[in-house]
């Protein structure tokens, strides 16, 4: 193993597994930098050892998760490059993802970057023009190598100052997978990685709902948005109640305790009394409901969705008795179901 480290980025898609295993294979320590973002792969974090083991075991490859939530939650209000199909930001989000993985190579005394990307897959980020512009944004001009595609791009420092061997590289392009899959056979991967849990911001419906977020639609996160706010947004049935009240119920129990988990200061639960039901959450309610002229009409509509939403009795939805409840909150009442329909976001 020769002395020269180099950091890859690592989606835990195949195109980045195969360009760590490249460098790798010419005798190059890797280390793969695992981005997460509450729009990506954020749970991660709560398993980091174990992901880091796995990730070692099935691929052989050693990697560091490393958090862009900061940062990368306002890079999304005004991306400079602008949203692909969704709200993905995909080419300031590899811009970000470079620039950090650039500011961390002192730490691991790294000599270049690379990534897994591969020219003209993607229409919008993996272009040769835009290629070149994530390169000059990120400053990582030069010292950033493609392993997959490197043969139909400039030769970059380490190519010319011989750490890496440009003939050992590779000239794939476009959107067909023959290549890679034909690669991942010589390296014996057998086993295709997908990437862990994807980006949501490419997702229609997801990256809609985050939108809307992001466009002060809803009463909270106008001015500032936080890591759970993202995370509640993909969590149960979402609800839009007048003057933008946030009330998001759980589907099933794996629902309903990640909306407990999810719960902050500030927030009421809701909850049937007397039979099974979702559990309700309304996000900053003390600041956007307490007090206001609309409380009452805004709690009788979100204890209405909760039992609207709760066990059925002989096919029927009784009136149920629902319990509302935060820090400074200790209230019940009896609601009747609401058709959630005209509130549903
Ligand atoms: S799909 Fe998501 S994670 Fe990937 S580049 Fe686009 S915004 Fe970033």
Not at 99 to 127: C, H, I, K, N
Request: proline share 5%.
């Amino acid at each position: 193993m020769s002395e020269i480290t180099a950091l890859g980025l690592y989606s835990g898609g195949l195109d980045s597994l195969l360009a760590c295993r490249v460098i790798a294979a010419q005798g190059i320590r890797v280390i793969a930098l695992k981005f997460v973002t509450p729009f990506f792969d954020h749970d991660l974090l709560t398993r980091e050892e174990e992901f880091q083991r796995e990730v070692m075991r099935k691929h052989g490859v050693d990697v560091r998760l490393v958090d862009l939530s900061e940062g990368y939650i306002e890079l999304l209000r005004n991306p400079a490059h602008g949203y692909g199909k969704h709200f993905n930001p995909c080419i300031d989000c590899k811009i970000f993802m470079l620039t950090r993985a650039r500011e961390l190579m002192p730490r691991y005394d790294a000599s270049f970057l690379f990534t897994g990307e591969v020219l003209g897959q993607r229409p919008m980020s993996q272009r040769r023009d835009t290629l070149r512009v994530i390169e000059r944004d990120s400053k990582c001009e030069d010292i950033l190598l493609r392993p997959l595609c490197a043969k139909r791009l400039d030769p970059t420092r380490p190519e010319r100052e011989g750490m890496v061997d440009r003939e050992k590289l590779y000239g794939f392009s476009g959107r067909g997978r023959k290549d890679q899959m034909a690669l991942a056979r010589e390296f014996g991967i057998t086993e295709y990685p997908a990437p862990a849990g994807g980006c949501i911001l490419t997702d229609p419906n997801l990256g809609a709902r985050i939108e809307r977020f992001y466009q002060g639609h809803f009463a909270t996160g106008r001015e500032s948005i936080e890591v759970g706010d993202i995370k509640l947004l993909q969590v149960g049935r979402q609800f839009l109640l007048p003057g933008g009240t946030w009330l998001v119920l759980g589907r099933k129990q794996a629902e309903n305790e990640r909306i407990k988990k999810l719960y902050e200061p500030g927030d009421w639960l809701l909850k049937m009394e007397d039979r099974p039901g979702p559990t309700g959450l309304l996000r900053r309610a003390e600041q956007t409901v307490a007090g206001t002229e609309q409380e009452e009409e805004i709690l009788r509509l979100a204890a209405g969705l909760v039992v609207r939403y709760g066990k059925k009795i002989h096919g029927e939805t009784p009136p149920a008795t629902v319990r509302i409840y935060g820090e400074g909150k200790e209230e019940t009442m009896t609601a009747h179901p609401v058709d959630g329909t005209d509130f549903a976001c």
